[in-house]
């Protein structure tokens, strides 16, 4: 069940990408031109993009997979040139709608299927594997954990998030967002400790059946995310 933390952050998303920033965040996922720090923003995510994609099975003919805060569908549409059965789910109707009209008219064997909603919906199905990423970056800890909990009830093999290291880098870049003004800020990325974050995965009772598998830093400029892998025992 969603804490009134969640709830209150997805609100606050929701507003963000859906109005504040959806001109910008459309250009930054696609081909035009940026500024050298979005610059560095979009490398950054192309390269952690990679990296969850390169955890999946090459394979994914027959298998389901859900893409947890999916944005503009890249992630999505690369898996399911693979063979997978996506559904691909984000908060911002906006975002969905881009994803949709970046969408490929064949894929192959397998499907993308755009949802507006959240990813904690039980009405999106059970899945092989889930992605979360950077959809997780903005809430903390004790949040995370508990989205992962309820994911890991309707997955049968593995969930792949992203989290937002407590870096030097990361804190000063925090603080740096506060200083412009309220209008034009993002909802703040919540850092987490790694060690705190594991410790708290592995205590939490709906993931005893999983283990903590591969991880990976991207570190590009004005990016820095850290991925984990979740595997079923």
């Keep these: 069940m969603a804490t009134a933390t969640y709830e209150t952050r997805r609100g606050q998303l929701e507003t963000y990408f859906d109005r504040t920033a959806f001109d910008a965040w459309s250009r930054l996922t696609s081909n035009e031109p940026v500024g050298r720090i979005r610059a560095t923003v979009r490398a950054g995510r192309d390269s952690m ?10 394979d994914l003919h027959g298998r389901t997979l859900l893409d947890a805060g999916c944005g503009t569908g890249a992630l999505a549409i690369e898996a399911a040139r693979r063979g997978a059965h996506v559904v691909a789910v984000d908060i911002s109707p906006s975002l969905i709608e881009i994803a ?53 009830a309707r997955t049968r093999n593995s969930i792949h998030f992203t989290f937002a290291p407590r870096t030097l880098p990361l804190a ?9 003004p309220r209008h034009n800020r993002a909802p703040s990325v ?41 595997k079923r025992q």
């Design 49 to 58: 993009r990679n990296t969850l994609l390169e955890w999946l099975p090459d």
């Design 100 to 152: 949709q009209k970046r969408t490929p008219g064949h894929l192959g064997g397998g499907s993308v299927e755009f949802r507006v909603g959240d990813m904690l919906s039980p009405s999106l199905g059970d899945f092989d594997h889930v992605v979360a990423m950077d959809s997780l970056i903005h809430y903390n800890t004790a949040d995370v954990v508990e989205v992962l909990s309820v994911l890991s």
């Design 172 to 180: 000063v870049m925090h603080v740096a967002g506060r200083l412009f």
């Design 190 to 230: 919540e850092p987490v400790r790694e060690n705190a974050l594991r410790r708290s995965l592995r205590e939490a009772a709906p993931l005893q059946a999983w283990e903590q598998g591969r991880s990976e830093r991207v570190d590009s400029g004005f990016y820095i995310s850290q991925a984990l892998e979740l």
